[in-house]
T-cell receptor, first 114, second 116 residues
Framework: AQSVTQLDSHVSVSEGTPVLLRCNYSSSYSPSLFWYVQHPNKGLQLLLKYTSAATLVKGINGFEAEFKKSETSFHLTKPSAHMSDAAEYFCVVRTYSGNTPLVFGKGTRLSVIA | DTEVTQTPKHLVMGMTNKKSLKCEQHMGHRAMYWYKQKAKKPPELMFVYSYEKLSINESVPSRFSPECPNSSLLNLHLHALQPEDSALYLC???????????????FGPGTRLTVL
């Protein structure tokens, strides 16, 4: 069965410093992985997706993630945090069996301090 | 048009009311989804429609009744809800429910439901 674990429930960074949000996955198959962002009282927006074409995936708003099969990780990074990055971030894996098409991590809340 | 729209944005209802949530997409997607999201939690899947047929019901109480009138529209009919049903209800769509490719979901902004 597929699953994801987001290793931090809350990350706090200063504006202009790097962001690292950690995600480990478990999958019996070659996984499809996603990062979504949710700003307060908003829907989810897709930041980026891994589809096996390239291990380093670039997304919107300067975010990128690297798929590391040996470490079963898909960490999200950004070189320089902006105040507008403060939000909830979900690491998600697509499943190929069972009923649930997507399995969500529990989320990481990113705070950006001025 | 690459967005999913949801109406209303906010809804307050009593436990004896009947109301409906509406979701619409014009991306030609053939799968549509309802999720429930409580505060500080990830979305929980409720229903999946694939080619306008209900394919997944995640043991949702019958006071929630989904409907897919056509490939662009998804409704969620609400009746006799409980206060614990208060949450953000998200609609999503994806291209091809039978595909094994990455097939990401596109989410609407949600309806904030409060049950009094």
């Amino acid at each position: 069965a597929q699953s994801v674990t987001q290793l931090d429930s809350h990350v706090s960074v200063s504006e202009g410093t790097p962001v690292l949000l950690r995600c480990n996955y478990s999958s019996s198959y070659s996984p499809s992985l996603f990062w979504y962002v949710q700003h307060p009282n908003k829907g989810l927006q897709l930041l980026l997706k891994y589809t096996s074409a390239a291990t380093l995936v670039k997304g919107i708003n300067g975010f990128e993630a690297e798929f590391k099969k040996s470490e079963t990780s898909f960490h999200l990074t950004k070189p320089s945090a902006h105040m507008s990055d403060a939000a909830e971030y979900f690491c998600v894996v697509r499943t190929y069996s069972g009923n649930t098409p997507l399995v969500f991590g529990k989320g990481t809340r990113l705070s950006v301090i001025a | 048009d690459t967005e999913v729209t949801q109406t209303p944005k906010h809804l307050v209802m009593g436990m004896t009311n009947k109301k409906s949530l509406k979701c619409e997409q014009h991306m030609g997607h053939r799968a549509m989804y309802w999720y429930k999201q409580k505060a500080k939690k990830p979305p929980e899947l409720m229903f999946v429609y694939s080619y306008e047929k209900l394919s997944i019901n995640e043991s949702v109480p019958s006071r929630f009744s989904p409907e897919c009138p056509n490939s662009s529209l998804l409704n969620l009919h609400l009746h006799a809800l409980q206060p614990e049903d208060s949450a953000l209800y998200l609609c999503a769509s994806s291209q091809d429910p039978t595909s094994l490719s990455y097939n990401e979901q596109f989410f609407g902004p949600g309806t904030r439901l409060t049950v009094l």
